[in-house]
């Protein structure tokens, strides 16, 4: 593994990391944007949010909306990125318990399964993890550039794990389970 590091150049690894944070951004931008203005608007988000036992719906749409679009543009812009990559993963992780999870692994199931969310997870982690590269604002500030590494896998993992198990301790109230007919 370390000759595979080894053989990276600068400007590969910075490459790379421009277009990772540039995608996942751009993913969180058009999600917190759509939840605010697309389709159902933000009261049809709330709706949702509400059917999944988020409660009270209203709040938790706008929470996970601008926490989107937040750590979208900060992706983007690659600024504060664990910080982002936290953002990532607790608004995923949230939304794989509370959604997908019981519907198997894959997205094409009914009730979209959970291997998307796990992938924005992870992506929200490595991010964070890695830093954005030298090519973002982070790497022109120091002092940011020390988050990179072992603090930014734990600003963004578990920053964003303790949010969402806050959010779901406090204020996930799923419907009970139908009773089976016996």
């Not at 988000?45 to 750590?71: C, D, N, Q, Y």
């Not at 600003?155 to 406090?170: C, R």
Request: positive net charge; contains cysteine.
């Amino acid at each position: 593994m370390h000759q595979l590091l080894a053989s990276l150049s600068p400007s590969s690894a910075n490459t790379a990391l421009l277009l990772t944070r540039i995608v996942l951004g751009a993913v969180f931008l058009a999600h917190g944007i759509n939840h605010i203005f697309g389709g159902g608007k933000i009261a049809g988000t709330a709706r949702w949010f509400e059917g999944l036992g988020m409660k009270p719906g209203i709040v938790h749409a706008w929470f996970a909306s601008v926490t989107e679009i937040g750590a979208g543009a900060l992706l983007v812009l690659g600024l504060a990125t664990p910080l982002a990559g936290a953002g990532v993963v607790g608004v995923m992780l949230v939304a794989w318990i509370t959604n997908h999870l019981k519907n198997g692994f894959f997205i094409f199931r009914p009730g979209e399964g959970w291997e998307y969310v796990m992938v924005l997870t992870m992506l929200g982690v490595t991010v964070g993890t890695l830093g954005p590269g030298q090519w973002s604002i982070d790497g022109h500030v120091h002092t940011l550039t020390r988050l990179w590494g072992w603090p930014g896998f734990a600003i963004s993992l578990g920053g964003g794990a303790l949010g969402a198990a806050l959010l779901l301790v406090t204020c996930w109230r799923p419907a009970p389970a139908a009773a089976s007919g016996q």
